[in-house]
């Protein structure tokens, strides 16, 4: 009984955290276009899967062997890049 709840806080914490995502607004598209919800739900859901568990898989195992420090920096670096060509882009369009 222990694993149902456990299995129930991880799918509320992860639909709360997603509410706003741009997949959760694809789903509901699909899902007002399409009848068969389960199939959109199910075609949303496979392909979260497949693109978020080898990242988690992935970091889960480098986790230990990458200094946070260079990480967070690196992490930032790449936000501000993407962000400056961001705004380059919209400035210039």
Excluded: H
Aim: some cysteine; aromatic content about 10%; charged content about 10%.
């Amino acid at each position: 009984m222990a694993q149902r709840g456990v299995f129930i806080a991880t799918l509320v914490a992860f639909f709360i955290a997603e509410i706003g995502d741009k997949t959760q607004v694809a789903t509901v598209l699909l899902a007002a276009k399409y009848a068969s919800l389960w199939q959109v739900v199910a075609g949303t859901t496979i392909g979260m899967l497949l693109a978020n568990v080898p990242v988690v898989a992935l970091g889960s195992r480098f986790a230990k062997r990458l200094p946070l420090r260079a990480a967070r920096i690196a992490a930032a670096c790449v936000f501000l890049a993407l962000g400056a060509w961001a705004a380059y882009a919209g400035l210039t369009a």
